[in-house]
């Protein structure tokens, strides 16, 4: 089974801080260049911006509700050096 974009947010927190062993991350290990996507309802591109030396601050998931068939929302903050809105 693959990893879920969920899993996948907490590994790269992970590499900030790694709570377990107490090993703090280096910016060059863990900082990334992301592309944010602005969506429409039907799905089209509104606004796209490239972030620069991005990572997460905070990870917050809706709680799980093994009854429901509803979508989990997780709500993900990002710091980050510069921001560039993509034309």
Do not use: H
């Amino acid at each position: 089974i693959a990893p879920s974009q969920t899993q996948k947010a907490w590994e790269w927190a992970r590499l900030i801080f790694e709570p377990e062993t107490g090993r703090a991350g280096y910016k060059a290990q863990y900082a990334k260049t992301v592309t944010l996507k602005l969506l429409s309802p039907p799905g089209e591109v509104v606004e796209k911006w490239k972030l620069i030396n991005a990572w997460p601050k905070a990870i917050k998931p809706d709680d799980l509700d093994y009854g429901s068939e509803s979508v989990l929302n997780v709500a993900l903050t990002l710091v980050f050096d510069r921001a560039l809105q993509l034309f």
